[in-house]
């Protein structure tokens, strides 16, 4: 079946940009202090469909090193603002980077996602929209038959 995606209320701005157009790192990731046990970690770049880069991997370190942190929160759900969850790389900052540069950033991911593996909080990504077929193919991402049925 091919249902667009539910339609989210969006509360949040975009991320802010700084003169030279680059993102502002503090307001690329959303993070959210826990409430009933719950964290909520967004990542804020709906106008790139929330595309993987420099400044959003300098935010999340940041906000995953806050999220460890959080003795009060036993949950942490990580979504994306917009229609996307996450496009994968950014197309745009990957024809400035050279080779070298290219693997230390794939290192860089790679240990990002360990990251969110080591946290102490059960996290669940919440998925409303697309989702590069990347960031699926992550080797700790577990889905059921009902994480795979439309809503609504």
């Not at 209320?9 to 700084?18: G, I, L």
């Not at 420099?54 to 994306?80: I, N, T």
């Not at 360990?114 to 193919?137: K, S, W």
Request: negative net charge.
């Amino acid at each position: 079946m091919n249902r667009p995606p539910t339609k989210r209320t969006e509360h949040a701005s975009p991320a802010q940009t700084d003169r030279s157009g680059h993102a502002d790192p503090a307001t690329t990731v959303l993070l959210e202090a826990a409430r009933d046990g719950v964290a909520r970690l967004t990542l804020n770049r709906p106008d790139a469909l929330n595309a993987l880069n420099r400044p959003l991997a300098d935010a999340l370190e940041r906000a995953l090193a806050g999220v460890a942190a959080m003795d009060d929160a036993r949950v942490l759900l990580v979504s994306g603002r917009g229609r996307a969850f996450c496009a994968g790389n950014d197309i745009a900052e990957m024809g400035e980077v050279t080779g070298p540069e290219a693997e230390a950033l794939a290192r860089r991911w790679a240990a990002i996602m360990d990251r969110f593996a080591a946290l102490p909080q059960v996290t669940i990504a919440v998925v409303d929209g697309e989702l590069a077929a990347a960031a699926a193919a992550a080797e700790r991402l577990r889905l059921t038959l009902a994480d795979l049925q439309p809503v609504g």
